[in-house]
């Protein structure tokens, strides 16, 4: 047997690889189908390596994940669909640190052998108790017929599953690769990331496992650029049963055929098969050469890959180059128009400068294909960058109108809403206004009180200050009558001496 690797016309299941055991259960993570599964390595000459998202915005699962998958010695992965389990708190956190727990357990291996990958919408909490209900079943499953299909998880709602698998050799000894991925096509509507799963069972030494685990990220999952980074729960997890009956190997270079087959399987899934089940979607890649670094030429090619514009023109088969040019222009990086030569699908449409009138008939069907090449050759250095990326779907572009039609509507309950407010402002003014005449009133209302209350004592002083007159009045005028007896008596004294 030679070294070469051969893909199976036929893709077999990660289960079907010797040495590995899987199991999968619908627990109502989802609407339908297989929601929650896990794959894992009952023997122990298993070892295991993933490459996670660089996200600043890492998912809970990732984050809980990293330090085990550093460690290279992984031997069981638990997959759940329906939450991302993104941006959910501490409650996220608790819930992926309780899912590998319990997955530990069940499977009889130390929690840092297990890592967890979650696929889904961002902010949306993981329900904690149904996953660990469904995981106890899975891990059962996975114990009793092992033969459970991860890919339905990782392709969930019934989908087209993104499945490869082949074989190779080793130094004259065979063996098996299959692996499962969520779809580019799903990670586009629903998914905030591509989780890819391979395993194998070539015998292969952790710390080596990790470095090829690494570097084929670099080479396939890193390069995928329908946006501008990598996604919140991006992984790559590689696990090896060490069945195929190899010499363990230990540094890359010794095995490189078996690199190669797991390359394989990795572009196959997260490149040539990316978008499985939706034929609308058409595999553009970007290839940046002759660029004054390493980093102009990501840069530039990320920008190109990104772009929507670029993707819409590619959708509707119109080579409106001007359009790459542009977003070439965007990604601050050195570009010399005077250099740079453009190419799509093999047609120079733009030569160091100026545009080349080529045949949009002819161009426009090639760019019909299922795969379509943008080469910009900048032609001031020697670096390059190859991305891959996607035409904008007729789902993506009806996702994008739906979006801004939410936002359209956002937008209008918004301005209702600030219009209202504006009311509700002018009510509650009027009623501050009010509220201070009634302060006014009642101050107004106190002092007529107190001032009616000084009345009341002023005309009870004048009652009693009348009363005193009239018995002063009284008394005088009995005083006046008995006055007027004593004149009377002197009067007859007078008259009678």
Same mark, same amino acid.
């Given at each position: 047997?030679?070294?070469?690797?051969?893909?199976? @016309?036929?893709?077999?299941?990660?289960?079907?690889? /010797?040495?590995?055991?899987?199991?999968?259960?619908?627990?109502?993570?989802?609407?339908?189908?297989?929601?929650?599964?896990?794959?894992?390595?009952?023997?122990?000459?298993? %070892?295991?390596?993933?490459?996670?998202?660089?996200?600043?915005?890492?998912?809970?699962?990732?984050?809980?994940? %990293?330090?085990?998958?550093?460690?290279? $010695?992984?031997?069981?992965?638990?997959?759940?669909?329906?939450?991302?389990?993104?941006?959910?708190?501490?409650? !996220?956190?608790?819930?992926?640190?309780?899912?590998?727990?319990?997955?530990?357990?069940?499977?009889?291996?130390?929690?840092?052998?297990?890592?967890?990958?979650?696929?889904?919408?961002?902010?949306?909490?993981?329900?904690?108790?149904?996953? =660990?209900?469904?995981? *106890?079943?899975?891990?059962? @499953?996975?114990?009793?017929? !092992?033969? !459970?299909?991860?890919?339905?998880?990782?392709? /969930?709602?019934?989908?087209? +599953?993104?499945?490869?698998?082949?074989?190779?050799?080793?130094?004259? #000894?065979?063996?098996?690769?299959?692996?499962?991925?969520?779809?580019? &096509?799903?990670?586009?509507?629903?998914?905030?990331?591509?989780? #890819?799963?391979?395993?194998?069972?070539?015998?292969?030494? /952790?710390?080596?496992?990790?470095?090829?685990?690494?570097?084929?990220?670099?080479?396939?999952?890193?390069?995928?650029?329908?946006?501008?980074?990598?996604?919140?729960?991006?992984?790559?997890?590689?696990?090896?049963?060490?069945?195929?009956?190899?010499?363990?190997?230990?540094?890359?270079?010794?095995?490189?055929?078996?690199?190669?087959?797991?390359?394989?399987?990795?572009?196959?899934?997260?490149?040539?098969?990316?978008?499985?089940?939706?034929?609308?979607?058409?595999?553009?890649?970007?290839?940046?050469?002759?660029? &004054?670094?390493?980093?102009?030429?990501?840069?530039?090619?990320?920008?190109?890959?990104?772009?929507?514009?670029?993707?819409?023109?590619?959708?509707?088969?119109?080579?409106?180059?001007?359009?790459?040019?542009?977003?070439?222009?965007?990604?601050?990086?050195?570009?010399?128009? %005077?250099?740079?030569?453009?190419?799509? %699908?093999?047609?120079?449409?733009?030569?160091? !400068?100026?545009?080349?009138?080529?045949?949009?008939?002819? =161009?426009?069907?090639?760019?019909?294909?299922?795969?379509?090449?943008?080469?910009?050759?900048?032609?001031?250095?020697?670096?390059?960058?190859?991305?891959?990326? &996607?035409? =904008?779907?007729?789902?993506?572009?009806?996702?994008?109108?739906?979006?801004?039609?939410?936002?359209?509507?956002?937008?209008?309950?918004?301005?209702?809403?600030?219009?209202?407010?504006?009311?509700?402002?002018?009510?509650?003014?009027? #009623?501050?206004?009010?509220?201070?005449?009634?302060?006014?009133?009642? +101050?107004?209302?106190?002092?007529?009180? +107190?001032?009616? +209350?000084?009345?009341?004592?002023?005309?009870?002083?004048?009652?009693? *200050?009348?009363? #005193?007159?009239?018995?002063?009045?009284?008394?005088?005028?009995?005083?006046?009558?008995?006055?007027?007896?004593?004149? $009377?008596?002197?009067?007859?004294?007078?008259?009678?001496?």
């Amino acid at each position: 047997m030679t070294d070469e690797f051969t893909i199976d @016309q036929k893709p077999a299941s990660l289960a079907d690889v /010797p040495g590995f055991k899987a199991g999968v259960v619908s627990c109502k993570l989802t609407e339908s189908g297989n929601d929650l599964g896990v794959l894992y390595c009952p023997g122990d000459n298993g %070892s295991g390596s993933a490459a996670l998202s660089r996200n600043a915005v890492a998912a809970a699962s990732t984050r809980v994940s %990293s330090p085990r998958a550093a460690a290279g $010695g992984v031997r069981a992965i638990v997959v759940n669909a329906g939450s991302a389990n993104c941006c959910t708190g501490e409650e !996220g956190y608790r819930a992926a640190r309780e899912l590998v727990a319990a997955a530990a357990s069940e499977l009889d291996v130390t929690q840092d052998r297990v890592v967890i990958a979650s696929t889904g919408p961002i902010g949306k909490a993981l329900d904690l108790e149904a996953a =660990l209900g469904g995981l *106890a079943k899975a891990c059962t @499953q996975a114990k009793d017929k !092992g033969n !459970g299909a991860l890919a339905s998880v990782l392709t /969930p709602y019934g989908l087209e +599953k993104c499945v490869a698998s082949g074989a190779g050799s080793i130094e004259g #000894v065979a063996f098996r690769v299959a692996g499962a991925a969520t779809p580019a &096509s799903l990670v586009a509507e629903d998914a905030p990331s591509r989780v #890819v799963v391979i395993a194998t069972d070539a015998a292969i030494k /952790p710390a080596c496992l990790r470095e090829i685990t690494q570097s084929i990220a670099a080479e396939t999952l890193t390069k995928w650029a329908m946006d501008e980074g990598p996604g919140t729960n991006d992984m790559l997890c590689i696990l090896a049963s060490g069945e195929a009956g190899n010499d363990p190997v230990e540094i890359p270079l010794a095995a490189e055929s078996l690199r190669r087959g797991l390359l394989r399987i990795a572009t196959e899934l997260v490149i040539d098969r990316a978008f499985v089940g939706d034929r609308s979607m058409r595999l553009v890649e970007v290839a940046v050469t002759g660029a &004054s670094s390493d980093e102009d030429a990501l840069a530039i090619a990320r920008a190109i890959a990104a772009s929507v514009p670029v993707r819409i023109s590619m959708h509707i088969a119109a080579p409106r180059w001007g359009l790459i040019l542009a977003a070439a222009g965007k990604a601050r990086a050195r570009v010399v128009e %005077s250099r740079a030569t453009l190419r799509i %699908s093999g047609e120079t449409v733009f030569d160091r !400068g100026k545009g080349i009138q080529a045949t949009t008939e002819a =161009l426009a069907e090639k760019l019909r294909e299922p795969r379509v090449q943008i080469a910009l050759d900048l032609g001031i250095g020697e670096s390059s960058a190859t991305l891959w990326t &996607s035409a =904008l779907s007729d789902g993506e572009k009806h996702r994008v109108q739906r979006y801004e039609d939410r936002l359209e509507a956002e937008s209008v309950r918004r301005k209702s809403l600030d219009k209202r407010i504006e009311e509700l402002e002018a009510v509650a003014k009027e #009623v501050e206004d009010l509220r201070a005449k009634v302060e006014m009133s009642e +101050k107004s209302i106190e002092q007529a009180e +107190k001032m009616q +209350k000084e009345r009341e004592e002023l005309e009870e002083k004048l009652a009693a *200050a009348e009363k #005193v007159k009239t018995a002063a009045m009284k008394e005088t005028k009995s005083l006046r009558v008995q006055l007027e007896i004593a004149e $009377g008596k002197i009067k007859k004294l007078h008259s009678g001496g």
